[in-house]
């Protein structure tokens, strides 16, 4: 059975930084990707790396996140620095399958179940 578990989300001040963290167990995927979702918004993309390691970017994100996986852990990170009150949202991990990278969420099959971040002014 396929399992996405995330964690490390949680309260922080602007300007600070949170690890978030996604457990895959069950089967190995081609990307790994983390979502977000902020109340009365779509869910959008903010980051994948492919299982060779190749990370890819939300405009949004670039430059203040990044993006790695530990292969041997089958385990995904988002480190987020100089977080802004704007990226407040529930994180998703997902994955998927495939030869292309893919960023619309309706391309992920599999999914976490979330974590919360809160940044405050």
């Known amino acids: 059975q396929v399992q996405l578990v995330e964690s490390g989300g949680g309260l922080v001040q602007a300007g600070g930084s949170l690890r978030l963290t996604c457990v895959v167990s069950?089967?190995?995927?081609?990307?790994y990707g983390w979502f977000r979702q902020a109340p009365g918004r779509e869910r959008e993309f903010a980051a994948v790396?492919?299982?060779?390691?190749?990370?890819n970017y939300a405009d949004s994100v670039k430059g203040r996140f990044t993006i790695s996986s530990d292969n041997a852990k089958n385990t995904v990170y988002l480190q987020m620095n100089s977080l802004k009150p704007e990226d407040s949202a529930i994180y998703y991990c997902?994955?998927?399958?495939?030869?292309?990278?893919?960023?619309?969420?309706?391309?992920?099959?599999?999914w976490g179940q979330g974590t919360q971040v809160t940044v405050s002014t």
């Open positions: 069950g089967r190995t995927f081609s990307f």
């Open positions: 997902a994955a998927r399958d495939g030869v292309f990278l893919r960023l619309r969420p309706e391309d992920y099959l599999s």
């Open positions: 790396i492919s299982r060779s390691g190749m990370p």
